[in-house]
């Protein structure tokens, strides 16, 4: 059997749990690949856990009893988090961004993974102790924050569609007024999609009024399960769900200037 | 300054790579953070590079010069591909996956982080010498997988739209035949998403007979860009493209018989 030094373990584990956030690896599986005994991985954890939560990088839960283990559970450091928020509103505000009829193109930033797994992360870290069993989100721009969120907190996605879908099985329908176009729009989920009596946490790319997250409590409804957080990257600063349910953005979009402007705020909801 | 031993160094290099595969991350950065010379970081980084790749979690390339640096290569070892492959074909053989019409309801294996994080990491691994500049998928079920592929890629992802929309400025649209439901359909991308003469990687959930992507390379000839290579999760077997460019999926999905048994093969294009 391969022979492995502190120094492989360690950088190993932390391999192992940043791949696996949310999910408890067992003492039992590092014992074995690394055919040490589980003291000594309980000193390796013991490293890992001090050097991540010392960088601020998260926390290192271990778990006693038969299933003992260790759960890396996702943080990153207030300074990294408002540094983040700083980058975003530097990418907002570039007057390139307004297309015809003042809306802000902001479909490159929700598809670049090293801007979108940031903000997964810090979204996850923020909601670490929400009760959650997936996390939902509505076609199409916010589906990588959603995802990355879910991978985060190591629990499944939930992608709600405008229209139903002949693959998805049966479907439950419901209509609502969509805030981008301020039109009555279709949402639909297939009913084998969540289990009964769960709580979710909905990620999007922006939030005007609230309109699609009231949608989603609605469709929610028929599941018998309801929302216990909600996050975007970009709001307006006007929805009302904030003393609802803990709710984090990273910057409110005030509108396009006559100038051309495009006007950015920081947000203050980043649950530090 | 906080004084990082070996072991903190070793592990908290570890991390940042993962965090940030297929960038490059400076040695000035690692020296900056640790406190430490470089030299000592180039010491850190080899037992990185050797613990890494000694257990086949892809490679550690180090980049001389004024950009001196370190990037981190996805890759999976051999056997853990396998694994995976066949865990994925243990899901799709559920019977209760069949939903009227005699469709394979994958929607849950598709929106699962902990099956698409490594099946994006699988792909990337096998993809890593292809020119590439974007990942590129249709709305909406292949989102994920792609956004996965692209992040471990170190490249940005395009997600092409069935409709046009008024948040995207300009958009170029195509129409093309679908082969889910054999329907004309549109597919529309804003025409600021992709710069001219781009590489790109298309990955989809299910292919049949490949109508997708088709119409995905007409879609990029408006771009003057072309694909270099496909994956998806599932396959018919029967698509025409192998001789094309390299194509990897994971099984071939050959009908449901009528006693309900779902038909699913392994999949030899793993490019292992």
Redesign the interface.
Same mark, same amino acid.
């Given at each position: 059997m /391969?022979k492995y030094t502190? !120094?492989?373990r $360690?950088?190993? @584990? =932390?391999?192992i749990l940043? *791949? !696996?956030p949310g /999910?408890i690896v067992s003492l039992g599986y590092f014992s074995e690949i690394f055919g040490a005994a589980k003291s000594t991985i309980s000193e390796d954890i013991m @490293? $890992?856990r #001090?050097?991540?939560e010392?960088?601020g *990088?998260g926390w290192v839960e271990t778990l006693a009893g038969a299933s003992g283990g260790v759960r890396y559970i996702t943080g990153v450091p207030e300074d990294k988090v408002l540094e983040f928020r700083d980058e975003i509103i530097g990418y907002l505000k570039n007057p390139e961004r307004v $297309?015809?009829?003042n809306?802000? %193109?902001i &479909?490159?930033i929700m +598809? !670049?993974?090293?801007i979108?797994?940031r903000a997964g992360a810090v979204i996850a870290g923020a909601f670490r102790d929400v009760k959650a069993d997936y996390v939902i989100t509505v #076609? &199409? /721009?916010g @589906?990588?924050l959603a %995802?990355e969120t879910?991978?985060y907190l190591?629990? !499944?996605?939930? $992608?709600v569609?405008r229209n139903t879908r @002949? &693959? *998805?099985? &049966?479907n439950v329908s419901i209509n609502y007024l969509s805030g =981008? +176009?301020g039109l009555l729009s279709t949402m639909s989920l297939?009913k084998?999609?969540i289990k009964p009596g769960s709580s979710l946490i909905f990620i999007d790319d922006f939030m005007r009024g609230g309109g699609t997250l009231k949608g989603i409590r609605d469709l929610l409804k028929e599941f018998d399960s309801d929302l216990t957080a909600a996050g975007v990257m970009v709001d307006t600063g006007k929805q009302m769900i904030k003393s609802d349910m803990p709710f984090l953005s990273f910057a409110h979009f005030l509108g396009i200037s006559e100038d051309g402007t495009v006007n950015i705020e920081p947000s203050d909801s980043l649950y530090l």
């Amino acid at each position: 059997m /391969k022979k492995y030094t502190r !120094n492989s373990r $360690v950088l190993l @584990i =932390t391999r192992i749990l940043s *791949e !696996n956030p949310g /999910k408890i690896v067992s003492l039992g599986y590092f014992s074995e690949i690394f055919g040490a005994a589980k003291s000594t991985i309980s000193e390796d954890i013991m @490293i $890992v856990r #001090e050097t991540l939560e010392g960088a601020g *990088e998260g926390w290192v839960e271990t778990l006693a009893g038969a299933s003992g283990g260790v759960r890396y559970i996702t943080g990153v450091p207030e300074d990294k988090v408002l540094e983040f928020r700083d980058e975003i509103i530097g990418y907002l505000k570039n007057p390139e961004r307004v $297309v015809p009829g003042n809306f802000l %193109y902001i &479909t490159d930033i929700m +598809q !670049n993974p090293s801007i979108i797994s940031r903000a997964g992360a810090v979204i996850a870290g923020a909601f670490r102790d929400v009760k959650a069993d997936y996390v939902i989100t509505v #076609e &199409t /721009k916010g @589906i990588p924050l959603a %995802y990355e969120t879910a991978r985060y907190l190591g629990i !499944n996605l939930i $992608v709600v569609r405008r229209n139903t879908r @002949i &693959t *998805e099985g &049966t479907n439950v329908s419901i209509n609502y007024l969509s805030g =981008t +176009q301020g039109l009555l729009s279709t949402m639909s989920l297939s009913k084998r999609a969540i289990k009964p009596g769960s709580s979710l946490i909905f990620i999007d790319d922006f939030m005007r009024g609230g309109g699609t997250l009231k949608g989603i409590r609605d469709l929610l409804k028929e599941f018998d399960s309801d929302l216990t957080a909600a996050g975007v990257m970009v709001d307006t600063g006007k929805q009302m769900i904030k003393s609802d349910m803990p709710f984090l953005s990273f910057a409110h979009f005030l509108g396009i200037s006559e100038d051309g402007t495009v006007n950015i705020e920081p947000s203050d909801s980043l649950y530090l």
